[in-house]
């Protein structure tokens, strides 16, 4: 278990705590994330808020401050690349392919959506096989048109191996990069976004979630940082949490379009995370409150886009 990734697990139970929220407008989608979860993923974490949060009613539990922050975090996320991913599928789109899948969901909650694609799911072993441990013990067997693909990103060429198993270069695809690029190298960055540009039709789309050099470098120095007692502890115990996964690599500062055309991409849409676009979309009730009651703010550190290959 030591070698499973905890931001995986911490973002699954993130997603299962949003899809509590009822209220349709605001409520995270993915209603399978909890049932991944299970003792032993839990176990993981300690006293951290979240794993008591598990069990309690939403009323009681979103009024942890951190528990609170982790579904609103992963609303707007999760509901944008769902989102996305079905306009891509009605647009053509016949493949999936999801780039450090975690505990991703898609596969089950969407099966009806993508009953007429092939779906490959790429991650670390480690993380790969309890995954699916917990898909057999709680959901179902795999679908017929998943395919689970092991791959170490930071030293492995996953290219090779979503080749071998069966992905096509000539067929219109989308692509998942979820909660993965703070994690790598530069280098790595770039070759996987070069490689699916080099290995799919003009067309196919990648959908993923990153920061700018200017958190990295603001991370760095949040131990000097004048920050209320409540958010110097989220910090802290985050660290504790990515002690092998530290957040290294950031887009260069508000030059998306600049940074994805580089690489052989067209930018179709960013969006902030708590952004005001992204506030009024996926985080205000029907009454007009707002899941956290922060209201949407600019500039944003923390943001997801959209590109395709040119």
Not at 209 to 234: F, H, N, V, W
Not at 238 to 251: L, S
């Amino acid at each position: 278990m030591n070698d499973i990734s905890r931001t995986s697990i911490w973002t699954a139970m993130g997603r299962a705590i949003g899809s509590r929220e009822p209220d349709e407008r605001v409520r995270n989608p993915d209603y399978l994330a909890g049932e991944l979860i299970g003792p032993e993923e839990r176990a993981l974490f300690g006293d951290h808020p979240l794993v008591a949060a598990m069990d309690k009613p939403y009323e009681e539990a979103s009024q942890e401050w951190e528990v609170l922050m982790a579904a609103r975090l992963m609303i707007p996320r999760t509901r944008f690349i769902d989102s996305r991913l079905q306009e891509a599928i009605k647009d053509g789109a016949r493949q999936l392919v999801i780039l450090g899948a975690g505990f991703d969901t898609r596969a089950y909650r969407l099966k009806e959506v993508l009953s007429n694609a092939r779906v490959f799911e790429v991650d670390h072993p480690m993380t790969q096989e309890r995954k699916k441990l917990r898909v057999l013990q709680v959901i179902a067997e795999p679908p017929q048109n998943l395919t689970y693909i092991p791959v170490d990103f930071r030293n492995e060429a996953f290219g090779e191996r979503l080749l071998a198993a069966g992905y096509r270069r000539d067929q219109l695809s989308f692509f998942i990069w979820e909660g993965v690029t703070m994690y790598l190298p530069a280098d790595t960055v770039h070759a996987t976004l070069k490689w699916v540009c080099e290995n799919s039709p003009a067309g196919s789309r990648i959908v993923f979630d990153y920061t700018y050099e200017i958190a990295i470098r603001m991370i760095a120095a949040a131990d000097s940082a004048p920050l209320p007692p409540q958010a110097k502890q989220a910090i802290e115990r985050m660290r504790r949490m990515t002690a092998g996964e530290p957040w290294i690599f950031g887009v260069p500062d508000r030059k998306e379009e600049e940074f994805m055309h580089d690489l052989g991409f067209r930018l179709r849409k960013v969006l902030g995370m708590s952004s005001k676009e992204a506030v009024e979309s996926y985080l205000t009730r029907a009454d007009g409150s707002i899941l956290g009651k922060i209201p949407g703010t600019d500039p944003q550190g923390y943001l997801i886009l959209e590109a395709e290959v040119a």
